[in-house]
């Protein structure tokens, strides 16, 4: 019997294995799934086994999930097309007989979250399927504000429209510590996990943090979710993008991203990494 990582090549999956692995699981007993071949090559250094697998190819799917008793899906990234994918999948794991865990977005059946819609399809989708499950909800990557950092360091300014909104973020291995978890234990079949950052911040105390670790003076520019919108077009982005960004800002001023109720340390039996621990891996990743 296996354990399949859907999405093993992106950051978050290779994440997972290497938790799986730390935690002393048979490494010819865990499936490492995805696109990039190069990644893959990596990924079987480590001793896993590695499956070439696509959502959109249904017969990729079932080579990679037979003989699976637990496939982690985590969640696709083209959008519009996620929620054809995620069943693609689930059916992959009901022909196999699998349990499966999906990583979902913080209160995806109720939140009004631009990203929430495919997610609650999803969950929803998985609870008409019949199989075993758990849903993994996790609340924002602090990595997922990579590239706001580094510019902030430069320009000594953060560009936002999410106003003293908060966000309860956690590092990405963070997570996927916490995915690594629930696949080794059946204690958690048929919940739904909520998971974020201990400590929940807002960009105010995100650049406080940046000048602190950097040395440079980080102000924020706050906007109007329209000025946000027009300048991030103003800076080359589409007009789909742009909007996307400043919906997301909108949602954390809306206080959408906010909530943390210790549930994941709890799973992981640790505090989550704070930010000012992430922030100064971004900035001095050698350090």
């Known amino acids: 019997m296996s354990i399949v990582i859907t999405g093993a090549t992106g950051h978050l999956g290779r994440k997972v294995v290497e938790h799986l692995l730390a935690r002393d699981v048979d490494p010819s007993t865990i499936v490492a799934g995805g696109r990039n071949d190069d ?10 086994r590695t499956a070439r697998l696509d959502y959109a190819d249904p017969a990729s799917l079932d080579a990679a999930v037979v003989g699976a008793e637990r496939v982690l899906l985590i969640s696709g990234t083209e959008v519009g097309q996620r929620v054809t994918q995620h069943q693609a999948v689930i059916d992959a794991a009901g022909r196999a007989g699998a349990s499966l865990v999906y990583t979902s977005a913080p209160k995806a059946s109720t939140s009004a979250l631009v990203l929430a819609p495919d997610h609650k399809a ?67 079949d048929g919940e739904i996990l909520e998971l974020g950052g201990d400590a929940p911040w807002d960009v105010e105390e995100l650049a406080a943090t940046i000048s602190a670790i950097s040395g ?19 800076f080359g ?9 400043s919906a997301l800002d909108a949602n954390i001023a809306a206080g959408l991203l906010a909530e943390s109720d210790g549930t994941l340390s709890r799973v992981i039996g640790r505090a989550t990494t704070t930010l000012r621990q992430s922030v100064g891996k971004l900035i001095m990743p050698t350090g």
């Open 39 to 48: 990644a893959l090559a990596s990924l079987a250094s480590l001793g896993v």
């Open 122 to 188: 999803t969950e929803e989708l998985l609870e008409k399927s019949g199989l075993t499950h758990t849903v993994l909800r996790n609340n924002w990557y602090t990595e997922n504000y990579s590239d706001t950092i580094r510019q902030a360091v430069s320009t000594g300014s953060i560009m936002t429209s999410a106003g003293s909104g908060k966000v309860a973020s956690a590092a990405r291995s963070d997570y996927a510590e916490a995915a690594a978890v629930v696949l080794l234990s059946s204690a958690y």
């Open 216 to 234: 440079n003076h980080v102000t924020v520019n706050q906007l109007t979710t329209d000025e946000h919108s027009a300048a991030l077009k103003g």
């Open 237 to 245: 982005l589409d007009d789909g993008t742009a909007g996307f960004v």
